[in-house]
T-cell receptor, first 111, second 115 residues
Framework: QKEVEQDPGPLSVPEGAIVSLNCTYSNSAFQYFMWYRQYSRKGPELLMY????GNKEDGRFTAQVDKSSKYISLFIRDSQPSDSATYLC???????????FGTGTRLKVLA | AAGVIQSPRHLIKEKRETATLKCYPI?????VYWYQQGPGQDPQFLISFYEKMQSDKGSIPDRFSAQQFSDYHSELNMSSLELGDSALYFC??????????????FGPGTRLLVL
């Protein structure tokens, strides 16, 4: 079993919809949680970064971390066709350097 | 703003050949990370360097080696290439040791194809 689980999708939504993307993890020691967006054949682009539990909002994006449930979410409001990409969650243990990534969820926002 | 630069962007090699991938971190970033992403897979951590010293090691094959130079750029050397090494290789950089939660910023990747 992978340390970080993420539904690969694809997830298709109409333009303007609220999108919910999720990851679950098994290691309760993860402290840092990130969401990256990756367009085809491009490098991952950081969207949100959260330390420990709680919510964080940035424009149309909201990240939530629920450490008690080992569950993180990314919400995208008023989704746009330009949001169509693969969304990767990533996590890191305190005291280590490497990120553990989820497999990514492919999102398609239909105009 | 300046981003992570990787070269070459595309590389085609034959089995048993050697390849060298280069990474130039964001200015003033002193930590470099290498990841390998196979088709349809998540990025897998290979190795990282802080201040020219190896700081962490992941699933990097013994055929691969890497180093960080005095100007903080890094090179990933891959020898005896195998078909399974075909992947997208990402470099990321951060400022600081990376242990305090500094965010990793990714480059565009080098796409390696081994024939």
């Amino acid at each position: 079993q992978k340390e970080v689980e993420q539904d690969p999708g694809p997830l298709s939504v109409p333009e303007g919809a609220i999108v919910s993307l999720n990851c679950t993890y098994s290691n309760s020691a993860f402290q840092y949680f990130m969401w990256y967006r990756q367009y085809s054949r491009k490098g991952p682009e950081l969207l949100m970064y959260t330390y420990s539990s709680g919510n964080k909002e940035d424009g149309r994006f909201t990240a939530q971390v629920d450490k008690s449930s080992k569950y993180i979410s990314l919400f995208i409001r008023d989704s746009q066709p330009s949001d169509s990409a693969t969304y990767l969650c990533a996590m890191r243990l305190s005291g280590t350097y490497k990120y553990i990534f989820g497999t990514g969820t492919r999102l398609k926002v239909l105009a | 703003a300046a981003g992570v630069i990787q070269s070459p962007r595309h590389l085609i090699k034959e089995k048993r050949e050697t390849a060298t991938l280069k990474c130039y971190p964001i200015p003033r970033h002193d930590t470099v990370y290498w990841y390998q992403q196979g088709p349809g897979q998540d990025p897998q951590f290979l190795i990282s360097f802080y201040e020219k010293m190896q700081s962490d090691k992941g699933s990097i094959p013994d055929r691969f080696s890497a180093q960080q130079f005095s100007d903080y750029h890094s090179e990933l050397n891959m020898s005896s290439l195998e078909l399974g090494d075909s992947a997208l290789y990402f470099c990321a950089s951060s400022s600081g040791t990376g242990l305090a939660g500094e965010t990793q910023y990714f480059g565009p990747g080098t796409r390696l194809l081994v024939l």
